[in-house]
């Protein structure tokens, strides 16, 4: 591992963050630069602080101390996430022989000198009672990989001998605060201090110095690692895949979702669902198709701090039989369930204490021939897990080459996973109301379709948006990416008349989310015509798209909600054309009849599956500057002749003829989708009018 430090950029720091003043804007620096490396810390991992002076309203200078505030990352710091504190005062809190969490944290708010800065780091308190100026703390890989084994601390005397203290794992609060000062003291001249099983602290004068120095301890792990590894043995190659990861991956991924939705009793909002983040790198692939892989898979995690996002073990499959895979996740995931529950039954009984049962479905599946499945609450979510597992296993996988791997006894890691602090957050979020669940919008560059999309999005859905169109489509994603997240869709290119093009959509989704809950089948043509001068191939071409497109999306999308086995919703996007067509519009007011008729047998076939299919009917949906509706910019100008007038008329015409003279929107036709998907009345089989009002359209 290389120094990234270079003095100009400390001095473009310095400069950019004048106003801060040098020492908070070097501390920013090295702090990116721990942060940018995804092998030093991750996600909100690793913390660093700086001691210096604040001054009060009084004109007071006062002893201080920045320290990373929790909800910053490393890598993205700025000066408002290093909150500022009396250290005088912190200092003097080490005379004490105990302090809890919640005091601890109590302590750190009401010495801030900003009340409205974020809570300080839970290791806040390590940093204040260690005298150097600068202080790093990272979860190091190579600082893992020497460390979670059974003779860690002997290598770690043998690699750094007098340059470090070692200090036995202690969960972070103030008791391993004090120990490290202690273990410090007992040693004035170390340049830092390695945690074992948890990771490495480096401190010195200056920005420079701290962070070189970390860079030096993590670089000596790396290279003994290395050396080690040139005479250990690699893992064996057992399972041979007779397919491709990708094929098992759609297979596999829609029933395990289901398998790992939990049941909540209440029949509006039947299931707590996740969200999959799948990954099979040739790294992942030769670890789960080792013949080591059970053995090297069911051992703790790296860093406590992980268990929040990992738990303590991986859910694996040991030997998959593809032809019976259903079976085998299922009992694999009632198996896990029930080792969770003993495992909190029997730590709560050991501690002799109270806590709150986490859910107990695993975060991380391991299935040879297929690789990671990471679940999360969010696709974020499982990104994080997903992150810190590929690093697990490069660590473990590493550990395997050089040694035993060894992981902290459940006791620990349960004390982290039930920690106090976080035990208090429970509850207390109010999730969206489609948090967890992932919908699919056909014709999604579209006017309506991007609406709608947007609409599940703002409640909490994640959505795969798909139309033909790729270069719409993708500016469609950009747009919405750029509002509300790069998680929260994906855009997959479909042509909803081709049966093996939806079969792949469905597949991708799979492979993407995991699964969906909410089908929306929405793409669709016009074409406006007398019924003599209509083409037997425009004809075709409508029904083909309004009709055939709606069915192969139905019928696969039955297809997958069956296999999750938790419901869903299909919402169709029909029209008020079908209860009041208009002249000159036969194949588009046929095809849209038919996709209502459909709807509706589908919804007495589906109830039984929990799943709801209703129909929303739009009136005429105008496009904007930023969605034109590519069918109303076709069909506009032939529709304003059938109905006698100019074509930018047209727009007025339709708010006209409704009772609420009002202009139908794509976000009302997405407010309707939502009003479907969460369950509001117990409805199927219906069709709900946006139109405005027209009487002629009164569904009877
Ligand atoms: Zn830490």
């Not at 940093?127 to 084994?149: C, E, G, Q, Y």
């Not at 990416?481 to 929260?488: F, I, L, Q, V």
């Not at 202009?663 to 069709?687: C, D, E, I, L, S």
Request: charged fraction near 25%.
């Amino acid at each position: 591992m290389k120094s990234r430090y270079s003095d100009e950029d400390a001095a473009g720091y310095v400069e950019k963050f004048r106003d801060a003043g040098e020492d908070v804007a070097l501390r920013v620096y090295t702090s990116q630069l721990i942060g940018r490396d995804a092998s030093l810390v991750m996600h909100g991992g690793g913390n660093t602080s700086v001691k210096g002076h604040w001054t009060n309203i009084l004109g007071e200078r006062v002893p201080a101390i920045f320290v990373k505030g929790s909800g910053w990352n490393l890598d993205t710091i700025q000066p408002p996430g290093l909150p500022g504190l009396d250290l005088h005062y912190l200092k003097k809190l080490r005379e004490l022989d105990a302090l809890t969490d919640e005091e601890m944290v109590n302590q750190l708010r009401t010495h801030m000198f900003d009340a409205s800065g974020p809570n300080p780091s839970v290791e806040t308190l390590l940093h204040a009672f260690l005298p150097h100026k600068f202080v790093d703390h990272s979860h190091a890989d190579a600082i893992l990989a020497i460390t979670n084994r059974p003779d860690g601390e002997a290598i770690v005397k043998e690699l750094f001998g007098e340059r470090i203290g070692i200090v036995r794992y202690v969960m972070p609060g103030f008791e391993l605060a004090k120990v490290c000062a202690d273990a410090y003291e007992a040693n004035p001249n170390v340049e830092g201090l390695v945690l074992l099983k948890h990771g490495l602290f480096s401190f010195g004068e200056t920005a420079q110095e701290s962070y070189d120095r970390h860079i030096e301890l993590v670089t000596l792990a790396e290279n003994w690692l290395a050396a080690e590894r040139k005479k250990g043995s690699e893992l064996t190659p057992q399972f041979d895949a007779p397919a491709e990861p990708r094929m098992f991956a759609a297979q596999v991924a829609p029933v395990l979702r289901g398998l790992l939705a939990e049941a909540t009793g209440e029949p509006d909002a039947p299931y707590k669902r996740m969200v999959l983040e799948w990954r099979h790198t040739p790294e992942i692939m030769d670890f789960v198709n080792a013949a080591e892989f059970s053995k090297l898979a069911l051992t703790g995690p790296l860093t406590p701090d992980h268990v929040i996002r990992t738990k303590a073990l991986p859910m694996i499959i040991a030997e998959p039989d593809f032809g019976n895979i259903e079976e085998q996740l299922a009992e694999a995931v009632t198996e896990y369930r029930r080792d969770y529950n003993d495992y909190f039954d029997r730590i709560v009984e050991q501690k002799k204490i109270e806590r709150t049962r986490l859910d107990d479905f695993p975060r991380i599946v391991l299935i040879p021939g297929v690789g990671l499945m990471a679940w999360g609450e969010t696709k974020k979510a499982a990104r994080i897990a997903a992150d810190i597992y590929e690093h697990t296993i490069r660590v473990k996988t590493l550990v395997h080459a050089t040694g035993e791997y060894e992981a902290l006894p459940e006791a620990d890691l349960f004390d982290v996973e039930y920690w106090s602090l976080e035990q208090a957050k429970l509850g207390k979020a109010k999730p969206k109301p489609l948090q967890g669940q992932i919908a699919i919008v056909t014709g999604a560059a579209g006017a309506i379709g991007s609406a709608v999309a947007e609409s599940l999005i703002q409640a909490g859905a994640h959505v795969v948006l798909s139309d033909l169109d790729a270069e719409r489509l993708e500016e469609t994603c950009d747009a919405l990416g750029e509002k509300h997240g790069k998680d929260t869709r994906r855009g997959v290119v479909c042509d909803v008349t081709d049966e093996h093009s939806v079969v792949a959509l469905f597949d991708e989704v799979a492979r993407l989310f995991g699964g969906a809950d909410i089908i929306v089948p929405n793409a669709g043509i016009a074409m406006s015509r007398p019924i003599e001068e209509l083409e037997t191939d425009d004809w075709q071409r409508v029904m083909n798209v309004n009709l055939n497109g709606y069915f192969l999306v139905m019928r696969e999308g039955a297809k997958l909600l069956r296999r999750q086995g938790t419901g869903g919703h299909m919402v169709v996007i029909g029209s008020k054309n079908v209860m009041a067509p208009g002249a000159e519009f036969a194949a588009y007011s046929a095809s849209k009849a038919a996709a209502h008729q459909l709807a509706k047998v589908s919804a007495m076939e589906l109830a039984k599956e929990g799943v709801r299919v209703n129909v929303i009917a739009p009136d005429a949906v105008f496009g904007n500057d930023r969605n034109p509706s590519g069918l109303w910019d076709e069909v506009g100008p032939d529709r304003a002749k059938a109905h006698g007038i100019e074509f930018k008329q047209l727009e007025d015409h339709y708010r006209n003829r409704n009772l609420l003279r009002t202009r139908v929107t794509g976000k009302h036709v997405g407010n309707a989708v939502v009003f479907f998907a969460t369950n509001q009345t117990p409805t199927t089989g219906a069709t709900l009018p946006v139109d405005g009002g027209i009487v002629g359209a009164f569904p009877r």
